[in-house]
């Protein structure tokens, strides 16, 4: 829309040259945040990962019935969404569902690979993300971001506000860029909230180490 050549921005500067355009602080925050995904590649593959588990259950109208039916009985519940690649405010309704059901979306997946009816291309999909979800960075990742996501979200319709003025802008970033900084030494507290999520517990470092030692022994066979 703001495109300096085909945008609205070229259409007001076609009428006046003399024109400033002054960017959506909403839009460029939206901007920041999509563009400090794409540069980590743990994020692009975790949010990857949200969209494929969205479209697992949707694509099937009956993989969908039986979530639906799981979720029911979560006074909690939501419903999984889509991650869209321009909107950041649904990867945060994104993440909020995951958390929010993360138990009972298990379940649903283990009962599709338990089910000898179903198609065995259904049944290792639905073991990949099953996997998937059991693992430690999972977790991690989903309750990291859900604060992230959140508190960006709730700046973005700050920043909408139709009475929003130039301190407040200001204030209101500088809040989110001090507290996406604070996040830095919280590490230990993300692992123990992702280690309860995920159910990975001590099987995690337990594997973890064992490959490392294989691997060891494969690049050092004289030790």
Known sequence: MSGKYNGLQAKVREENSLASWIPCAAHSLNLVGKNAVECCSSAVHFFDFLEKLFVFFTISPHRYQLLGEALKNNDSSLPLKRVPTTRWSCRAD??????????????????????????????????????????????????????????????????????????????????????????????????????QLSQSGSAYYKQTESRQKRRNVRLNPLD
């Open 94 to 195: 994104a993440t909020k569902a995951l958390k929010h059901d993360y138990e009972q979306i298990k379940g649903i997946l283990k009962h599709i690979v338990d089910d000898i009816e179903e198609k065995r291309c259904v049944c290792c999909e639905a073991e990949g993300l099953l996997k998937q979800m059991n693992q430690l960075e999972t977790g991690i990742y989903t309750t990291f971001w859900i604060d992230i996501l959140q508190r960006t979200d709730a700046t973005n319709k700050t920043l909408q506000h139709a009475k929003l003025d130039l301190n407040t802008a200001v204030a209101s970033l500088t809040s989110l860029k001090d507290y996406v900084a604070s996040k830095r030494d919280s590490f230990h507290t993300y692992e123990k909230e992702g280690e």
